[in-house]
């Protein structure tokens, strides 16, 4: 019961530049030696987090200064806390453009994009083309092995997902604007004094849609893998979940925020808005509500009200 995505046909003809958008200056680790009295540190201000924090948060990784050693099965790596939160954020979003991580805080960009080669030289990223333009950055097997063994706790389902490889190798440009959309909301959203704790993209919202919608099934022999939810099931699932239902469909966002603000859990949807957008589409992102951000140029962006896209029927 999916909206009609132009972004799942074979045909679609979006071909977007990636949205570069620059990150903003602020802390960074200052001490090595208590790399987690840092980490608490910043939290008492969320206004003063690195906007990459929340992806690190349960992970059992250097966080300070220097390079330390870690194991993983077979495999020795050198990381400190830049690579450790660089790798949880690519995981996080699946694929990063360059240029988003290059943009540093309290260092040049020759210097993270060295560390961005290192970590590609440890074999726990890659760099893929986007568009033949710019570059963008995703994890390996082996990096998203490393973010998964050393979680803290394992079996806590509200972690950060993280994602390895290219999903969707057609939408690359769409999908490297993810990263850039998050900073401008993040900014926005830690001004106020949000905490950001996590972000769950598209696919995982609706990977656990398909799984409610098949429960009934499973496990069934004489199943013919329909499912057999009604309208007003769906509708309500969707309500629960806070998700926009209309056209018979429930609508997803590029991805959501999830945060705390004031002493209450609350989460933001965002989607990307591109000149490609037309007709239905572009009328079902307008009336789902979510915070839109549109193509930028390499110097920033724009974050604009969702009734903007109503612009992209004419």
């Not at 990977?207 to 939810?229: K, V």
């Amino acid at each position: 019961m999916f909206s009609n995505d132009p972004r799942d046909r074979d045909d679609d003809p979006r071909d977007v530049e990636a949205h570069w958008i620059k990150l903003g200056r602020g802390p960074s680790d200052e001490d090595p030696r208590d790399v987690y009295d840092d980490a608490r540190e910043r939290d008492r201000d969320p206004r003063d987090r690195d906007p990459r924090d929340p992806f690190v948060e349960g992970l059992e990784l250097p966080r300070g200064l220097e390079r330390e050693v870690v194991v993983d099965g077979d495999h020795r790596y050198e990381l400190n806390g830049d690579d450790t939160r660089s790798l949880a954020t690519i995981g996080a979003f699946r694929v990063v453009s360059e240029s988003d991580l290059r943009e540093p805080r309290e260092e040049s960009s020759d210097a993270r994009q060295a560390d961005l080669r290192h970590l590609r030289d440890e074999g726990l990223v890659r760099f893929v083309s986007v568009d033949g333009r710019g570059r963008a950055v995703t994890l390996t097997d082996r990096g998203h092995h490393l973010l998964e063994t050393h979680r803290r706790d394992r079996d806590d389902e509200r972690e950060q997902a993280f994602y390895a490889d290219v999903n969707r190798p057609r939408e690359l440009s769409h999908d490297a604007q993810l990263y850039g959309a998050f900073l401008r909301e993040e900014e926005r959203l830690r001004e106020q004094g949000a905490d950001v704790r996590s972000v769950v993209l598209e696919q995982e919202l609706k990977r656990e849609y398909q799984e409610w919608l098949q429960e009934h099934n499973r496990g069934r022999s004489d199943s013919d893998g329909r499912p057999d939810r009604d309208s007003r099931e769906i509708e309500e699932w969707a309500r629960d979940h806070d998700l926009p239902y209309f056209d018979e469909s429930v609508h997803f966002p590029d991805f959501r925020i999830e945060y705390a603000l004031d002493g209450r859990d609350r989460h933001q949807d965002v989607e990307i808005v591109t000149e490609h957008y037309r007709g239905a589409h572009a009328a079902g992102v307008a009336r789902a509500g979510f915070r839109c951000y549109g193509r930028g140029g390499r110097g920033g962006g724009r974050g604009f009200d969702p009734r903007v896209a109503e612009e992209l029927l004419r």
